[in-house]
């Protein structure tokens, strides 16, 4: 056990002016906020799928009638149900940019969904529905962005075969006339990602053609395209014929295409932001399903181990989007009711410096450091240098001096 008494803080720091040492940056933690219920019952647990930066989010539930409906919630607001468009009841929401505009796909019931679908845009409290590419066939909107660009993908009134589509001015047109394609998210600079039969594609406006990302591995050769970033990075999903793994993959022109460590057996990326933090969520991993964030910096970690002391009591299951401050959607369950919520996770102001956590950088911050640090406690390791020594004393008063 280290002693250390108040004069020896004073001489230490009277040392600082000469001495650096900054603690190591540190994973955020995070604090919850509940996304209230559209109807009552267990059943009805928001499911988020997008935030934009004001912080609204849009997501679906299972109504009363097991239809899947759409929600907005906003911050100070709460949550209500999206009206359907009329006589599609069956509607759920894909995206919402920072203007507020909704995009969508909808249908009358679960079949017709999936078999007969149409596309949406939410503005200004009016819809605007898009013609199917072919009648009676499926086509879904899967992105829009801040400039209002709006892209999905389309069956092009073959069996099983899709396009990538645009929505604009009402009409429904195909991106890459004469090609199969899907599109499954475009940036501010309209950058388009999705899958082709060489792979998963990047389109940049005025190319003309798409650039195939690179194979992780060459036994994974089966991607798909979920996300891009403003920085033209791609996330997604990769496997292989024999292969038990879905792997989620991260392409950036530094790296080329990387795998993140799998969680469990299948692994779906949900989100990525410009500050390279990427979120998503894994199955069969042998300890239930398991949400996740992930940075070069900090690896792969547990949101549930993220989380602030007094939200503890939760776990965190699903992840559904991050925005650019760093919010992130998901679905949870309260293990003291043992149910499912929707959950808004914000990252908590990191100070360092403000030890004891009463949101002040005074003396009582230095007493709480050095009774933690003389019996070894939690935080007195403070460089993250694998050791509890003087070091660790200099490296928190230089904190504590910068301050907040």
């Known amino acids: 056990m280290h002693q250390f008494s108040l004069r020896s803080v004073a001489g230490i720091a009277a040392a600082l002016a000469c001495t650096s040492g900054a ?8 604090k919850v906020t509940i996304l209230g219920h559209v109807v009552p019952g267990d059943y009805a647990f928001p499911v988020p799928t ?20 759409g929600f907005i919630w906003r911050p100070g607001e709460g949550t209500s149900a999206l009206p359907s468009p009329d006589g599609l009841p069956y509607s759920i929401p894909a995206e919402i940019n920072d203007d507020g505009v909704i995009v969508g796909t909808a249908g009358t019931d679960l079949i017709e969904y999936e078999t007969e679908s149409v596309a949406w845009k939410l503005e200004g409290g009016a819809y605007t529905l898009f013609p199917q590419l072919v009648s009676g066939r499926p086509t879904r909107a899967a992105s829009i962005n801040n400039p209002g660009e709006i892209i999905g993908s389309a069956n092009d009134g073959s069996f099983n075969g ?10 429904t047109e195909q991106i890459f006339p004469g090609v199969l394609t899907t599109a499954a998210d475009i940036n501010d600079a309209g950058q388009i990602t999705g899958e082709e039969s060489r792979g998963v594609y990047i389109w940049t406006p005025g190319d003309q053609d798409r650039f195939i990302l690179p194979l992780a591995q060459d036994r994974l050769p089966y991607m798909w395209a979920r996300e891009i970033n403003s920085l033209g990075h791609v996330t997604g999903i990769t496997t292989g014929p024999q292969v038990e793994t879905d792997y989620t993959f991260l392409y950036t022109p530094q790296t080329g295409t990387i795998l993140l460590p799998p969680v469990g057996r299948h692994n779906f990326p949900e989100g990525i932001n410009s500050q390279g933090e990427l979120v998503g969520s894994s199955r069969d991993t042998g300890m239930g399903d398991y949400a996740w964030r992930w940075t070069a910096e900090d690896g792969l970690i547990a949101l549930s181990d993220l989380l602030v002391p007094e939200d503890s009591h939760y776990g965190v299951w699903y992840c559904g989007d991050i925005n650019e401050a760093g919010q992130i959607v998901a679905v949870g369950y309260d293990i003291s009711t043992d149910k499912s919520v929707g959950m808004l996770l914000t990252p908590v102001a990191d100070c360092p410096a403000d030890f004891n956590g009463d949101d002040a950088v005074n003396t009582l911050d230095v007493l709480a450091f050095l009774n933690a640090w003389s019996s070894q406690a939690d935080g007195s390791d403070f460089n993250g240098d694998g050791a509890v020594n003087t070091q660790d004393v200099l490296a928190f008063l230089n904190a504590w001096t910068a301050g907040c």
């Open 162 to 171: 899709y396009v990538a589509v645009r929505f604009e001015n009402g009409q």
């Open 50 to 69: 997008a935030i934009n930066e004001a912080g609204e989010i849009v997501g679906r539930y299972t109504s009363a009638g097991w239809t899947q409906e």
């Open 23 to 30: 603690a190591l940056a540190e994973p955020p933690q995070y």
